[in-house]
C-alpha cells in the first residue's frame, strides 16, 4: 500500500486529454511538499517529467502539465500520443515517515 | 551530459551481501545529494537512501536499515550502496539518482542511471 494514491490504469484515445491523480495526506503533500511526476518508458528508467508540482523540465513538451491542490495533485495530458503509453509515478516527502514516498504507478494505454 | 552508471548487481543468496556502485559524470558530484531508488520486478518505485555532498548525513528506508548502507567518494565522483544480510523482497532494479533539493527534506530525483538487478535467491 503506497503512502500516495495513484489509479493503477488510465486510458484515452490518440488526441483526448487524461488526468492522474495523486492522493496524499496531512504528512506529505497536504504538509506542502512539492509533488514530482515521473514517466517511466517501458524496460527505461523513469525520467523526470514534472517539478515543483507544476514545472516542466527542458524537454518535456507543453502537452504535460501539473497542479496541486490541498493532498493531492494531477498530471494532465493533453493530445495524447502513441508515445505517451508509459507508467507515470508522483513522488512527494512524507515527514512522519521521514521517507521520499512515491505512488504506486499509473499505466496510460493509449487506445 | 550528466552520465549514472551503475555496477555491482547480480544473483546472491538470502542472508549474503552485495555491494553496488554507481560512476558518474557530466555534472560537480560532490556538489549533489545522491540516492539509490529500487524497483521490484513489476512493482513500483521505493527509495532507498540519501546521501548528503560530504557524506556527514544519510538517510536509509526502514525496511532497509541496519542491513544497507550508503556511502560516496567525490574523489571518485562515485556512490555506493552496501547491502548486508539480504532477503528476497530486496530482489529488485537499483537506480542510482542524482538528488536535488534546497534542504534536507523534500526535492526530487532529477537524473537516474539505468539501473543495476539483484535478485536474493537460493
Known amino acids: 500500500q503506497s503512502v500516495l494514491t495513484q489509479p493503477p490504469s488510465v486510458s484515452g484515445a490518440p488526441g483526448q486529454r487524461v488526468t492522474i491523480s495523486c492522493t496524499g495526506s496531512s504528512s506529505n503533500i497536504g504538509a506542502g511538499y512539492d509533488v514530482y511526476w515521473y514517466q517511466q518508458l517501458p524496460g527505461t528508467a523513469p525520467k523526470v517529467l514534472m517539478s515543483?508540482?507544476?514545472n516542466r523540465p527542458s524537454g518535456v513538451p507543453d502537452r504535460f502539465s501539473g497542479s496541486k491542490s490541498g493532498t493531492s495533485a494531477s498530471l494532465a495530458i493533453t493530445g495524447l500520443q502513441a508515445e505517451d503509453e508509459a507508467d507515470y509515478y508522483c513522488q512527494s516527502y512524507d515527514i512522519s515517515l521521514s521517507s521520499w514516498v512515491f505512488g504506486g504507478g499509473t499505466k496510460l494505454t493509449v487506445l | 551530459e550528466v552520465q549514472l552508471v551503475e555496477s555491482g548487481g547480480g544473483l546472491v543468496q538470502p542472508g549474503g551481501s552485495l555491494r553496488l556502485s554507481c560512476a558518474a559524470s557530466g555534472f560537480t558530484f560532490s556538489s549533489n545529494w545522491m540516492s539509490w531508488v529500487r524497483q521490484a520486478p513489476g512493482k513500483g518505485l521505493e527509495w532507498v537512501a540519501n546521501?548528503?555532498?560530504?557524506?556527514?548525513?544519510?538517510h536509509h528506508v526502514d525496511s532497509v536499515k541496519g542491513r544497507f548502507t550508503i556511502s560516496r567518494d567525490n574523489a571518485k565522483n562515485s556512490l555506493y550502496l552496501q547491502m548486508n544480510s539480504l532477503r528476497a523482497e530486496d530482489t529488485a532494479m537499483y537506480y542510482c539518482?542524482?538528488?536535488?533539493?534546497?534542504?534536507?527534506?523534500?526535492?526530487?530525483?532529477?537524473?537516474w542511471g539505468q539501473g543495476t538487478l539483484v535478485t536474493v535467491s537460493s
Open positions: 546521501i548528503k555532498q560530504d557524506g556527514s548525513e544519510k
Open positions: 539518482a542524482r538528488r536535488i533539493a534546497a534542504t534536507a527534506t523534500g526535492g526530487y530525483f532529477q537524473h
Open positions: 515543483g508540482n507544476s
